[in-house]
């Protein structure tokens, strides 16, 4: 068949370890062959952010506020272990949080379900979306470890000199203090993208915080969500006969559990954090589920939910065959690809992105899967695959989609 075309590039942001090792086989089996790739490449792969200062990563999202779509790699964020192992100037930054700072954006995260992976929740017959805030709050703080006896104070000092001030805790003895912050226009932008998610969904959405205990941070996050929901979205969600509502987030874990799925789950950053993994875990694997980064401003990151997958690199890299899932990695590259089809009125690229994932969940379905999937499918003894294998047994399946 002749190659699709692409009239504007994506942004490929490539990325660390055996992701990396998946990312070229997908491109080379799944992409390449089908569609006259164009792309404006980043190497996000930690030695390159090591030898540019991290530069590459801010490029890499100013680039996406440029093209308006991004698909990238799972990457490594470093700690004292990949300091040493990487030879590291400094312990640079989560490359996800740079991105999602620089676009201010909302993480959206939802499951893929397939036949034969069921959830451990049985009641849950439809993917749960968590929406995740991706400003702020722990993944910006400041911490103190607190030596010995002393007064904690929280000061904030106006531009005209005058001072709110709030003692945090008098200590006796060592302890720890950790102060976070968050900004209204983010919050807003926040509220926005869930709104026009739920309405782009056409789907009921939830919020939930702990408004009772933090009286202020919280609450504050409620009451802007309110806000704009009366103002701006509350006729609009009427007429698209779904609702939105907030409740506490114990009672929203209850109510989750209980569900039987279908929505979006709003979430501040670290709730959506680990909502998110305890969501996708639930359904099955980290490594089925698909996740985008949308911005106010209509810019788009795609990406998957899971880390580089560490032990399987060291595994190929003594030449021991692995058995990798790369289907959240697959569906990165077609999530982006269907928007840019979208967003360039290209109907056989948005076409292709249906055709890809249809044959990742078809070769699921037949029971050929990874080894992750095969010990927890409900169907009779599958085929297990190596990692290169699954993704040439998807492509056969792609092939036949256009026979």
């Known amino acids: 068949m002749e190659k699709i075309k692409m009239t504007t590039p994506l942004v490929e942001m490539d990325g660390d370890e055996m992701t990396r090792i998946l990312w070229q086989m997908i491109k080379d089996e799944l992409l390449l062959p089908f569609v006259d790739l164009k792309t404006e490449y980043y190497d996000l792969g930690l030695a390159c952010r090591n030898e540019t200062d991290d530069q590459v990563t801010v490029d890499s999202a100013n680039a996406t506020k440029k093209y308006g779509v991004a698909v990238k790699c799972a990457t490594i964020t470093p700690n004292a272990a990949r300091m040493s192992e990487y030879h590291l100037k400094e312990m640079w930054k989560s490359p996800n949080g740079t991105i999602r700072a620089i676009l201010d954006g909302t993480v959206f995260r939802t499951p893929i379900k397939v036949k034969g992976i069921e959830p451990c929740v049985k009641n849950w017959e439809l993917p749960i979306t ?28 106006a531009k005209d000199g005058t001072q709110i001030k709030e003692t945090v805790f008098d200590f006796e003895g060592p302890g720890i203090i950790q102060g976070q912050h968050n900004v209204e226009a983010s919050i807003e932008s926040f509220a926005r993208s869930c709104f026009n998610y739920a309405l782009d969904q056409k789907q009921e959405l939830w919020f939930a915080t702990k408004d009772t205990i933090s009286k202020k941070y919280d609450h504050t996050f409620k009451d802007i969500f309110q806000e704009i929901f009366d103002a701006e979205y509350k006729e609009k969600f009427d007429a698209a006969g779904i609702t939105y509502f907030y409740t506490l987030i114990d009672d929203a874990v209850a109510r989750v559990m209980k569900s039987k799925g279908g929505f979006i789950w709003a979430c501040k950053n ?36 899971h880390g580089t997958v560490q032990r399987h690199y060291y595994k190929h890299l003594e030449g ?84």
Request: with cysteine; net charge negative; glycine share 8%.
């Open 130 to 157: 968590i929406a995740r805030h991706a400003y702020g709050d722990v993944y910006k703080n400041v911490e103190i470890k607190v030596p010995g006896p002393g007064k904690a104070e929280l000061v904030f000092t």
């Open 270 to 305: 670290y709730d959506g954090d680990v909502m998110s993994d305890m969501i996708s875990s639930a359904f099955g694997s980290l490594a089925m589920m698909t996740s985008v980064l949308v911005s106010p401003e209509g810019f788009y990151e795609y990406e998957a939910a």
């Open 320 to 403: 021991e065959e692995t058995s990798t899932n790369s289907v959240a990695t697959i569906f990165a590259w077609t999530g982006a690809l269907r928007k840019r089809g979208e967003m360039d009125g290209l109907a056989d690229l948005t076409a292709f992105a249906d055709r890809l994932e249809q044959a990742c969940i078809k070769t699921i379905e037949s029971g050929k899967m990874t080894k992750d999937l095969a010990l927890i499918t409900e169907l009779d003894q599958p085929t297990v695959l190596s990692s290169e294998g699954f993704i040439k047994e998807i492509r056969k399946e792609l092939e036949r989609s256009y026979q």
